[in-house]
């Protein structure tokens, strides 16, 4: 007589526990991106170039950013920095000469971004469905103007239907605020700010330390 068979038996808390986290190591879920650094060299003047987002685009449209997006499957941040920028000014990646990588920046919503610097070699142009226009910047005019820096804070905001009174003082409860600086540079008639005036910023003040 063959013998029926029934549903497993569910396992205990324990033998779950050991099932999903034996020998297994953490790791890090927050989303990464890269971006680069195009520096452009004409008769021995160096120029960064920055994009100026389409404004079809859902996110940010109309923002100053460096060529860049998140990084897919098994990619290092180098190699995203290198594949966007050449989805984005129609190039190949030969036309790039990376020269390195900076610190990571992490946004307010920590996601991981990884500059990187790099020659453009070459013509190049934009694709439209990214990009709305190119402009480029002189290194000597970022050495010579500081940007202007202000504060940005972050606060908490309970939901309304939060039940704020089983907190520790209630509606008096102290919420956590990060404060962060924004820089901003005004160049003719564009405005980069944010995240990409800091990446900027930190370019800038790491070359000037060693040629002013």
């Not at 060529?67 to 129609?90: D, I, K, N, W, Y």
């Not at 009174?165 to 924004?182: A, H, N, S």
């Amino acid at each position: 007589m063959k013998k029926s068979v029934g549903p497993s038996p569910r396992m205990t808390l324990n033998q779950a526990i050991e099932e999903v986290y034996k020998g297994r190591q953490g790791r890090r879920i927050k989303r990464e991106s890269a971006v680069l650094l195009p520096l452009i060299e004409e008769d021995g003047s160096l120029s960064l170039l920055y994009e100026v987002r389409s404004y079809q685009l859902s996110s940010q449209p109309g923002e100053v950013c460096f060529p860049g997006g998140r990084m897919e499957g098994h990619e290092s941040s180098q190699e995203t920095a290198v594949r966007e920028t050449c989805e984005e000014l129609l190039i190949k990646p030969e036309a790039i000469e990376v020269i390195g990588g900076m610190d990571s920046f992490e946004l307010g919503n920590g996601a991981i971004v990884w500059p990187y610097i790099g020659k453009i070699k070459g013509s190049y142009s934009y694709s439209q469905d990214e990009v709305d226009h190119l402009f480029k910047v002189p290194l000597t005019w970022l050495c010579a103007n500081i940007p202007q820096q202000y504060k940005l804070t972050q606060q908490t905001i309970p939901d309304p239907h939060f039940p704020i009174e089983r907190l520790p003082g209630g509606k008096d409860y102290q919420w956590l605020e990060k404060t962060r600086d924004v820089y901003m540079y005004l160049f003719q008639d564009e405005v980069i700010w944010g995240l990409t005036a800091n990446i900027t910023h930190a370019f800038i003040e790491s070359i000037k330390a060693i040629t002013f």
